[in-house]
């Protein structure tokens, strides 16, 4: 079972920025796709943005410019850059990776962007 470990969030003022990363126990370069949704209090789970093994990227309308999503197949990363941050950002960040159909997440990283 593929681990799947975010770190990188915290406590940023309106209009700063974070970088999450997550770090996979395995070789990513095999994986269909990995990416990282966001889940606020209250409300369900929702795409962030998405990369593929071929370095395709899809991101949601409401961080398009602001939030960037690059992976490093030698170190076995998906990072998230992400700028211009809004309260409205704020969230449980969760890594996801769809391994042969399979999804598997991580256990979240908390992003607190305060006004």
């Known amino acids: 079972q593929v681990q799947l470990v975010e770190s990188g969030g915290g406590l940023v003022q309106n209009g700063g920025s974070l970088t999450l990363s997550c770090a996979a126990s395995?070789?990513?370069?095999?994986?269909?796709?990995m990416g990282w949704y966001r889940q606020a209090p209250g409300e369900n789970r929702e795409l962030v943005a998405v990369?593929?093994?071929?370095?395709?990227?899809k991101y949601a309308d409401f961080v398009k410019g602001r939030f960037s999503i690059w992976r490093d197949n030698a170190k076995n990363t998906v990072n998230l850059q992400m700028n211009r941050l809004k309260p409205e950002d704020t969230a449980v960040y969760y890594c996801?990776?769809?391994?042969?159909?399979?999804?598997?997440w991580g256990l979240g990283t908390l992003v607190t962007v305060s006004s």
């Open positions: 996801y990776a769809d391994i042969l159909a399979y999804d598997h």
């Open positions: 990369i593929s093994s071929g370095g395709s990227t």
């Open positions: 395995e070789m990513i370069s095999s994986f269909n796709a």
